[in-house]
């Protein structure tokens, strides 16, 4: 069986060091650009929020909204509260 070895010779040889070395700066290059794009993205959301502005929600009452009446489903709604609020209660 042959023996295998393992040296900085080897490594020297076959352009190891060389290889190595740019395998880590092509990594570090990503991970800086990686970096700098997270920390230029408050800036990025920014500018694009002038170009298309987000859009608006209507979550909060109308100022001349009327009410509406309540209708059966109201009554619906609060029997199967009910009945959701007895099981929780009594599941176990």
């Given at each position: 069986?042959?023996?295998v070895l393992?040296?900085?010779?080897?490594?020297?040889?076959?352009?190891?060091?060389?290889?190595?070395?740019?395998?880590?700066?092509?990594?570090?290059?990503?991970?800086?650009?990686?970096?700098?794009?997270?920390?230029?993205?408050?800036?990025l959301a920014?500018?694009?929020?002038?170009?298309?502005?987000?859009?608006?929600?209507?979550?909060?009452?109308?100022?001349?909204?009327?009410?509406?009446?309540?209708?059966?489903?109201?009554?619906?709604?609060?029997?199967?509260?009910?009945?959701?609020?007895?099981?929780?209660?009594?599941?176990?």
């Amino acid at each position: 069986m042959q023996q295998v070895l393992f040296s900085w010779d080897s490594v020297v040889a076959g352009d190891g060091v060389a290889l190595s070395i740019t395998g880590m700066s092509i990594v570090f290059v990503a991970l800086l650009l990686v970096s700098v794009y997270i920390a230029l993205l408050p800036a990025l959301a920014a500018f694009f929020n002038k170009i298309i502005p987000p859009a608006g929600h209507h979550t909060g009452p109308v100022a001349n909204a009327s009410v509406p009446a309540p209708s059966a489903g109201h009554a619906e709604a609060e029997i199967v509260a009910a009945a959701v609020a007895y099981l929780h209660k009594n599941k176990g």
